[in-house]
C-alpha cells in the first residue's frame, strides 16, 4: 500500500513554523513519541543505516508538513519525537516513515542479508502524545477544574 501525504500550503494561510501550528482554520500544539523496531528485533541499525535514516527524515517538514525534532537509535529500534498536523492519524504517518526509510535501507547488501524477507520494520509500533503544556495530571486538574471559582480549590483546613 503506498501512501502520499501531500500537503499544499501558502504563507498567508498557514504557519508550521512555530510549535503551535495554524492551519486554515485550525489550531494544534501535537506532538508525538514515536518507536519503531527492527524486524525480528535484529541489532543492525549502525551508523551508516542511522545516515540514511536521517537523511531520509529531512525535508518531511517542508514535504509532508511532519517536524522530526530528535531521533534516537539503539541497535534494533528508533525513537522519534515529532509533531504533525491532526488530520493526519499517527499511523499514516508511522507507515509513510517506515516505508520512506525502509526502501532506502533494504540496498544496503548487509541489511538484506540480514532480513531476507523483504521488510525492515516490524509491523507494530508505539506512539504517544506529548503536550509542551503539561502532563496528563495537569490536563486532569485543568478540565475538571473549568468553571470553578478560584476561591473554590482553596485547600481548608476544616470542612464548614
Given at each position: 500500500m503506498h501512501?502520499?501525504?501531500e500537503v499544499r500550503y501558502t504563507e498567508d494561510m498557514t504557519n508550521i513554523s512555530?510549535?503551535?501550528w495554524r492551519w486554515y482554520h485550525n489550531v494544534s500544539e501535537c506532538h508525538y513519541h514515536?518507536?519503531?523496531?527492527v524486524k525480528y528485533r535484529k541489532?543492525?541499525?549502525?551508523?551508516e543505516v542511522e545516515g540514511i535514516i536521517l537523511e531520509t527524515l529531512k525535508g518531511f517538514k517542508e514535504?509532508?508538513?511532519i517536524a522530526i525534532y530528535e531521533?534516537?537509535?539503539?541497535?534494533?529500534?528508533?525513537h522519534v519525537l515529532c509533531q504533525f498536523l491532526p488530520k493526519y492519524s499517527g499511523g499514516q504517518v508511522i507507515r509513510l516513515i517506515k516505508s520512506l526509510t525502509s526502501?532506502?535501507?533494504l540496498k544496503l547488501p548487509q541489511v538484506k542479508k540480514e532480513l531476507w524477507g523483504g521488510e525492515f520494520w516490524t509491523d507494530g509500533y508505539y506512539i504517544a502524545t506529548i503536550s509542551s503544556r503539561g502532563n496528563r495530571t495537569v490536563i486532569e486538574r485543568y478540565i475538571r477544574n473549568q468553571g470553578r471559582n478560584t476561591k473554590d480549590l482553596q485547600m481548608k483546613l476544616f470542612e464548614g
Open positions: 501512501l502520499f501525504l512555530s510549535e503551535v514515536i518507536q519503531l523496531t541489532t543492525i541499525i549502525d551508523k514535504r509532508f508538513a531521533v534516537g537509535f539503539d541497535g534494533n529500534h528508533m526502501k532506502r535501507i
